[in-house]
């Protein structure tokens, strides 16, 4: 997943986005990384660019097969990472060898920012073998 997220450095931002060529947000780029390790989920669509609710948003990633851990917890190339930008804002960040990898609505761009994520985390998300 984190070499895709990588891969996908460049793509144009679009809300809604989930086709690297028209556009990505942040819930496309997570779906496409998704795809890439041939895992397949129903992604959410037509949310707000500002709104919802961390234990929606949890639920929603449990359900499908995440394991969500606290945002202390040690990161690992591919975690699916649940910041807070602004106080009405959540955004997924996938987690790539020396930083995130993230849909920038500002740049207009899938973007990799280097070092330590780049708001505060609120949760971390990762797929679990069974």
């Known amino acids: 997943m984190a070499e895709k997220a990588v891969s996908l450095c ?11 060529a028209a556009g990505l947000d942040c819930i496309g780029l997570a779906e496409q ?18 709104g919802g609710s961390e234990e929606a948003i949890s639920a929603f990633m449990t359900k499908t097969g995440f394991e969500r851990f606290p945002p202390t917890a040690e990161l690992c190339e591919g975690d699916i990472v649940l910041a807070r930008p602004s106080p009405v804002q959540w955004h997924f960040l996938i987690r790539a060898q020396g ?6 609505a500002g740049l207009g761009k899938v973007v ?16 679990t073998e069974d």
């Open 33 to 50: 990384c998704l795809i890439a390790a041939h895992f397949e989920c129903d992604v959410p669509n037509g949310y707000s660019i500002r």
């Open 99 to 104: 930083g995130f990898v993230h849909a920038h």
């Open 112 to 127: 990799f920012c280097p070092g330590d994520a780049p708001w505060p985390i609120a949760a971390i998300f990762r797929l």
């Open 10 to 20: 460049g793509a144009q931002f679009c809300l809604h986005g989930r086709d690297e």
